[in-house]
């Protein structure tokens, strides 16, 4: 049972913590941080370790700005009082929590996590909540929703303080339930530790951000503390086409539902149309199915709706309002999105920049071109040289044409990053390389006819260039609409220069 919410901002140290001993009184907090620089008069500072920062190593000069306590996972001395705690990340995100009021404990809190998918889902499940008349609250990669209006941010990890920040204002606006996505970072950094997720939904589970966690092992109980936080009466939503989530399913304590276009799933779906616009399927659950439409086409994107759709029934949502929910779902950007500037061709831009993303990209719009495929792609020096070599492969076998570009290189050598792209090759005498991202899209658009599609893979939404230079400007979708509008501009032809001939009076 949970504790009477306390008001935000006014909690003394022992409500925080009422198991953890501690000598030096019982201040009352009205903040935390686990930043000594943004430490107010009366605050609560957490002592976090994190990759390039010890927070025990700053926790004097918090105390110096006015902080009331400290939280470490080490005894301290300080003039104020010090409770050590086995996990500082863990307790952060509950101290944030506590101090905010606890808004969660006033919503249905919906987390979404996965490789791929997560902020497809997360909207779609907010469309669904919307369609059947609750004030919905979100924050995802494209900003966080308060009820009112979308603010888009640039901030790709939320802070434990900023989570408990927006949830307050969704609670303030009225909003009934909130839908967070939550990256394997997140849940790795515990930054919504303290939320008690009502619905967690589990996208897939695939090998990536092994430079973060390391081992495919540590990336998958990074994912699994999304289901220890289930509420007691929380329910799970798994993908089982995906083999991984599948066999998450028997560690799960709570009930779950489950998803899959290939399996005998319990919530499901059949295809029935594709176009380059648009798709329809048939969504299926339990002995009740309805016809869905949607902007966004591919297989994958009807995995995402089979996930919110789980969402959705678990939080007693009917089928045609979910039906309703996902056809009221706009195509976001960047994700499989149409350009579209009167040209005989297709042409879309998508963030997908791992093989198993690039390959599911360039099998959907195989499915709806009569004619070629053409892809610009290229490879970050993020990437570790095997799915450097894996986008390779996919691209090699599933596009027509290719040609092979910059994709924020930074201060890495182009021709070693191509070099890994094509050691996934099997013929990498026939590859097209252009290091000008630019020039490689404009070769492109040139080789295209009537019937054809353009794919330019991996940014997306994501503008930028980072160059051993530095930082510059880019947007692949301006840059391609620049192209198309100049390409159909009638061209400036030179004036034509008649011979003179006097008038016939002044002879």
Known sequence: MQPPTPPSGVV?????????????????????????????????????????????????????????????????????????????????????????GRPA????????????????????????????????????????HDGDQLKPTDITLPTPERIARILKQAVDNGCSHAVLEVSSEALAKRTTSGLDWDVAVLTNLRRDHLDLHGTLPNYQRAKARLFQQLAPRGC???????????????????????????????????????????????????NESVPVRTSIIGSPHVTNCLAAAGAGLSVGIDLPTIAR?????????????????????????????????????????????????????????????????????????????????????????????????????????KARVMPSRGNAITWALQQAQRGDCVLIAGKGDRCGQQLSGGWMPWDDREYARSQLYAAAAPSERPPRLLPFRAPTHLN
Request: charged fraction near 20%; proline fraction near 5%; include cysteine.
């Open 236 to 286: 799970a939503i798994l993908n089982l086409d995906d083999v991984t989530s599948r066999n998450l399913l028997p560690t799960i304590d709570h009930p779950a539902l489950t998803t899959g276009i290939q399996t005998d799933a319990q919530i499901g779906a059949c295809l029935i149309e594709q176009f380059p616009s648009e798709q329809t399927f048939i969504l299926t659950a339990g």
């Open 325 to 429: 929910g996902l056809e009221a779902a706009p195509a976001l950007p960047g994700r499989l999105e149409r350009v579209e500037c009167g040209q005989e061709f297709s042409l879309f831009v998508d963030r997908a920049d791992t093989a198993d993303q690039l390959a599911a990209t360039l099998r959907a719009l195989r499915s709806v071109i009569p004619g070629r495929l053409i892809c610009v792609y290229g490879a970050r020096a993020s990437h570790s040289r095997t799915v450097r070599a894996e986008l390779g492969s996919v691209v090699e076998r599933l596009a027509d044409l290719e040609v092979i570009t910059n994709d924020n290189p930074g201060i890495q050598p182009h021709f070693q990053i191509v070099h890994d792209i094509l050691d996934g090759y099997r013929r990498p005498a």
């Open 12 to 100: 003394s140290l022992e409500q925080l913590f009422p198991r953890v001993s501690f000598h030096g009184g019982n201040p009352t907090l009205r903040g935390c941080s686990s930043d000594w620089r943004n430490i107010r008069q009366g605050d609560l500072f957490v002592a976090v370790v994190d990759d390039d920062a010890d927070g025990h190593e700053t926790a004097r000069q918090a105390v110096q700005r006015g902080a009331a306590a400290v939280i470490a996972e080490r005894p301290l001395q300080l003039t104020v009082p010090v409770c050590v705690v086995p996990d500082t990340r863990e307790a952060l995100g509950r101290a944030c929590q506590t101090l905010a």
């Open 105 to 144: 404990d006033q919503l249905v809190t919906i987390g979404v996590s996965g490789t791929s998918g997560k902020t497809v889902t997360s909207e779609l499940i907010a469309s669904i909540l919307r369609a059947a008349g609750h004030r919905t609250g979100s924050l995802t990669t494209l900003g966080h």
